[in-house]
């Protein structure tokens, strides 16, 4: 089993819906990423999270510590947001990264 | 300006031979990653290197060596590539404990 499970594997949506993805994990962490990845193959780093909440734009993050789970929300979502959605643990020590992964999501217009 | 760029961006080759994927940051970053992708898109760090120290080396061949000359660069070479080197590799840099990730474009590697 994965330090690290996300769900759904695979998302579809109508434009305009909210969007939940979802990340536990079972390891103790120092801190939680969201990553992007677009159909091109590039990565782009979301949100880093270790407590509370995080806002940017139409994305939300939270995590909570105690239940070792993070979510990321995506508002009112558009095609654009199509991608693969990563979660990522950073250990204890701050000094591997355990991947889940990954949550495809396809929004369509 | 490209905060990480990777070279070259695609790489075929044949079995056996010894390739090398460069990596080169430009944001002052002191801790660099080399990650590698599969087929199934599941992402795995292989190395990571802080001020020019591996700090870990993730179960990987030997025939992987990775290569710092500076805190700007981590050089990724690869001796004996096998069919199962195929996929995509991944630089990455952020400084030291608890920040953001930034990562290269990527170098999908080919072994025929």
């Known amino acids: 089993k994965n330090e690290v499970e996300q769900s759904p594997q695979n998302l579809t949506a109508q434009e305009g819906e909210f969007i939940t993805i979802n990340c536990s994990y079972s390891v103790g962490i120092s801190a939680l990423h969201w990553l992007q990845q677009h159909p091109g193959g590039g990565i782009v780093s979301l949100f880093m999270l270790s407590s509370g909440k995080k806002k940017h734009g139409r994305l939300i993050a939270t995590i909570n510590i105690q239940e070792k789970h993070s979510s990321l929300h995506i508002t009112a979502s558009h095609p654009r947001d199509s991608a693969v959605y990563i979660c990522?643990?950073?250990?204890?020590?701050?000094?591997?990264?355990?991947f889940g992964a990954g949550t495809i999501l396809r929004v369509k217009s | 300006d490209t905060a990480v760029s990777q070279t070259p961006k695609y790489l075929v080759t044949q079995m056996g031979n010894d390739k090398s994927i460069k990596c080169e940051q430009n944001l002052g970053h002191d801790t660099m990653y080399w990650y590698k992708q599969d087929s199934k898109k599941f992402l795995k760090i292989m190395f990571s290197?802080?001020?020019?120290?591996?700090?870990i080396n993730e179960t990987v061949p030997n025939r992987f060596s990775p290569k710092s000359p500076d805190k700007a660069h981590l050089n990724l070479h690869i001796n004996s590539l096998e069919l199962g080197d195929s996929a995509v590799y991944f630089c990455?840099?952020?400084?030291?404990?608890?920040?953001?990730?930034?990562f290269g474009n990527g170098t999908r590697l080919t072994v025929t």
């Open positions: 990455a840099s952020s400084r030291t404990g608890q920040s953001p990730l930034h």
């Open positions: 290197y802080n001020n020019k120290e591996l700090i």
């Open positions: 990522a643990v950073f250990n204890q020590y701050g000094n591997k990264l355990v």
